[in-house]
Structure formats: structure tokens, C-alpha cells
């Protein structure tokens, strides 16, 4: 067995945990090892519950190419992570907190959030999202700053069954046989047709820890937001959201539906964002963001600036994926353009208060589909960095502001990647290694739907070119 001296004091604190939480729990059987890597879905593996002392151990190991799968769960043999260097295990290594009951499990099951320590280097591995914005957050702490951050969530409901195509269809209300069919903006009776599954999710959540607050219906057939409270901790904000896309997806399977995060599942309806809301504190607890006016104060500007001149640069963290630009459109609802306005929601960055515990930001451009880890990542670099240079973010925007003036996001995915790939900001938000692989793993994904001819490209050109 390695020896663990940077984490000892983690397992050790996890022992204690653990073995209170079977104490508490002596029926369970499983436990259900959780790990995020650059996209897709949590993966990871089942332990019976007896073998729990393996975690604490530091016995239990994910390969290290887990964290840069792509998202269909296959290596990328560009990243030299697999089988071209042996594909070397990492040691599991357990986040504090986050040992939760599966409510919607069918036997007695637990689960846990892990990171992945580097056995050889005798340290946490670089590429591990959880590790890069735990490194982002260290920097605030070491000027005597805490970041504070909430997550918005917006997903659509769709039926267990695609339809005849094979795209994502509605789900029928409950107790009908009809479709969401019909704009349902803040629609209570469209809440109130869904309202078990909603109230399974809210117990879920209560369950785990999730500090769920506000639902609503958002504009989509079948799509809702539900946002979460802040948390003076951007880890566990970021975990948080990442565990709280698992439970609406299994609360949806219980109820005969299912879940996307897609930001664009359907072309004619608003896409699903990803909007986080971040204040700053400092040692005395105070909000640095805070006016004595309306207007925002020097700092909170140069918050706003730092992430304004690192937008486009850290573009393909909020958009990682080939559909997440189908969302990033003219004529949508998500924000293209980059500028800031104090209650306008086609700002990229928008200050919804100025004033009191409540003066904070709101970054707006991220997709459901994006990594929390690395989109919270993306705002405490920016925000560190105007902190830092002073910077000026311009004239907040107005109803008639032309927006035609501004430097707009783009549309287009290869720039997006091209973009991160040479920009000095993305390279310095992390490290050297972490920016490769992760450039590395976009443009694989990238050459995969490049060089993928579509159904309907064949219905458009085969017989008519």
C-alpha cells in the first residue's frame, strides 16, 4: 500500500465519518463511489457497505483516464492518459461530507463524491476538475477572501420513450394521455399537474443535503428551473449542483420520465443554462460587493470586468459540447453578447443587487451541459484576476443599448476551442497539464461530429446534389 501522507489527515477524518454514518445506517448494503471527470455522467463503482474501510484506506482506485473519457465513456488515445502509458490506477479519495443516503435506491444504498490521488506523484491528480477549482478557490483564501456561490439549474422533462425519430419528445402530464404541448412560463398549474415528482425531488434533496430553494416552469415544453441556495464555499457549491443533476434525473426516472441537460434539446424552444450567482466576503464576513448606493461599487466592477475580458477565453468551459452552441444563437434567450447590466437578462453578466448581503453577480452564458466544477473555476479566475488588475468592465447596458458594438460569444465550436487553446488566461487558470488534455479532449470530440454525416444531411443532399 502507497504511502498517503498528503491525504492522511482526510482519510482519517473520514474514518470517523464513516463510521458514524454506518452506525447510524446498519442496515445498508452498498455504497455507490462517485467521481466527475471532464464530461458526461458520474462514473465510478458499487461497494458492499462492509467494505467501506477500503475508502478510508485509501484501498479503492478508478483508473486515472477516467477523468478525461470523452462523452460516450471511451479513451482519448491523443490525451497519452490509457493504455499508452499502462493506464495507471489512482487512489479514490473521499470528499468530506458528502457520505449521503440514495433515497431512490431499492435496497439500502449510500453514496460518495471522490477525487483521484496520483499514486506515483504522491499527489492529487492535476486534471481532476474538483482539484483545478479547489486550487481557484485557494487563491482567494490566500488574500483573505471567500467566495460565495449559488447555482440556477434549467432542464427539460421528456417522455422514457424518444419519439419516432429518435429525438427527445414531451412527457404527458401526469394522469393524461396529452403532451406538454404549450408555453408554460411560470405557469403554476403545469407545477401543480407535476408537483410529486417536484416534492420528491425537494425530499431528496433534504435527504442529501442539498440546499434546494426557488422552482419554476421556464418557457420550454417540459422545462423547469429549480435553483439552489448560496453556499460560502465554491467546492461545495459545485458539488452541490453536480449531485443535484443525478437526483432530478433518478427522482424522473421513478416517475416513468426522463431528464436532459441538453442546452438545446429542441430547436424551436429556449435552450437550458447554467446561471451561477457569486458574491465575495472578506475576513470580517463582510460582502466587498456592497454599495452604499445603487450603482455597483469599484470592486464589484472590477469583478465584472475580470470576467468580461476573460469571456471568450474561457468560452468552451461554458460550452463545452457540439450542442451547447446550438443554444449560444441570435434571436435565443441565452446571452451572446459580452457586456454587464444591472437587471438585464441579455447581459452575459447581470447585477441583479448593489447593496447589503445580497450584492452579488450573475454569470449567465454557461449551458446545462457544462462541468460546475470547471464553470465556477472560470468565474473565480475572472473575478480574481479584475480583483487583481483593477478592471473596467465599461457602461453597464440599458433597454437601448446597441448591443451590435460589443464583442459577441461565438457560435462556432472549433473556435471556441481554438480560443482556450492559445489564450495565456485559460493556460494560467490551471495547470500547464490540465489545459493540454483539456484542449486535447474537445477537439477530439470535435473531429468526431466533424467527420459524422447526419440523417439529415443525407435527406437534404443525397438525391438533390
Not at 176 to 187: G, K, M, P
Not at 321 to 342: D, E, F, V
Request: hydrophobic residues 40%; proline residues 8%; aromatic residues 8%.
Amino acid at each position: 500500500m502507497p504511502t498517503l501522507t498528503a491525504v492522511q489527515p482526510q482519510l482519517e477524518q473520514f474514518q470517523i465519518e464513516a463510521d458514524a454514518f454506518l452506525k447510524q445506517h446498519p442496515d445498508l448494503e452498498k455504497v455507490e463511489i462517485l467521481y466527475a471527470g471532464f464530461c458526461g455522467p458520474l462514473r465510478g463503482k458499487w461497494l458492499p457497505a462492509e467494505m467501506l474501510s477500503k475508502l478510508c484506506e485509501g484501498a479503492v482506485r478508478l483508473p486515472l483516464s477516467t477523468v478525461a473519457l470523452d462523452i460516450w465513456g471511451v479513451d482519448v488515445p491523443a490525451t497519452g492518459l490509457a493504455i499508452e502509458r499502462g493506464d495507471p490506477d489512482g487512489i479514490c479519495i473521499p470528499v468530506p461530507g458528502t457520505l449521503k443516503i440514495v433515497p431512490w435506491a431499492k435496497v439500502p444504498t449510500a453514496q460518495i463524491l471522490v477525487t483521484l490521488f496520483e499514486i506515483e506523484e504522491q499527489k492529487p491528480t492535476p486534471l481532476d476538475p474538483r482539484y483545478v477549482l479547489e486550487t481557484a478557490q485557494r487563491k482567494f483564501q490566500d488574500i483573505g477572501l471567500t467566495p460565495v456561490v449559488a447555482t440556477e439549474l434549467e432542464f427539460y422533462l421528456t417522455d422514457i420513450e424518444p419519439g419516432p425519430t429518435g429525438l427527445p419528445q414531451p412527457p404527458f402530464i401526469p394522469g393524461t394521455n396529452q403532451r406538454l404541448e404549450a408555453s408554460q412560463i411560470y405557469d403554476l398549474d403545469v407545477m401543480a399537474q407535476f408537483e410529486p415528482f417536484l416534492t420528491q425531488i425537494n425530499r431528496a434533496c433534504q435527504v442529501q443535503g442539498i440546499p434546494a430553494d426557488t422552482t419554476i416552469a421556464e418557457f420550454g415544453h417540459g422545462q423547469f428551473e429549480i435553483n439552489l441556495l448560496h453556499v460560502p464555499d465554491a467546492l461545495k457549491a459545485a458539488d452541490h449542483c453536480l449531485l443535484f443533476k443525478r437526483i432530478i434525473r433518478q427522482i424522473a426516472r421513478k416517475h416513468a420520465m426522463d431528464v436532459t441537460f441538453m442546452p438545446k434539446p429542441y430547436g424551436n424552444e429556449s435552450g437550458s443554462g447554467f446561471h451561477v450567482h457569486t458574491s465575495v466576503l472578506d475576513a470580517k464576513g463582510t460582502n466587498i460587493f456592497s454599495a452604499t448606493s445603487q450603482e455597483a461599487n469599484p470592486t464589484l466592477r472590477h469583478a465584472v470586468g475580470g470576467l468580461l475580458d476573460t469571456l471568450l477565453d474561457m468560452q468552451i468551459l461554458f460550452a463545452p459540447h457540439a450542442n451547447s452552441y446550438r443554444r449560444l444563437q441570435p434571436g435565443s434567450y441565452a446571452p451572446i453578447t459580452c457586456c454587464w447590466g444591472y437587471d438585464h437578462r441579455a447581459a452575459a453578466i447581470r447585477v441583479p443587487a448593489t447593496h447589503g448581503k445580497g450584492a452579488r453577480l450573475e454569470h449567465r452564458v454557461a449551458g446545462a451541459d457544462a462541468n460546475p466544477y470547471l464553470v465556477v473555476t472560470a468565474l473565480l479566475e475572472g473575478i480574481y484576476l479584475g480583483l487583481q488588475n483593477k478592471s473596467d468592465p465599461g457602461s453597464p447596458i440599458t433597454t437601448d443599448t446597441d448591443l451590435s458594438s460589443y464583442d459577441h460569444l461565438t457560435g462556432s465550436w472549433e473556435t471556441a476551442i481554438n480560443r482556450w487553446q492559445h489564450s495565456k488566461s485559460a493556460q494560467n487558470m490551471s495547470s500547464q497539464e490540465f489545459h493540454h488534455m483539456y484542449t486535447v479532449s474537445r477537439t477530439a470530440e470535435h473531429e468526431v461530429f466533424a467527420r459524422t454525416v447526419t440523417e439529415f444531411e443525407c435527406q437534404t443532399y443525397a438525391k438533390k446534389v
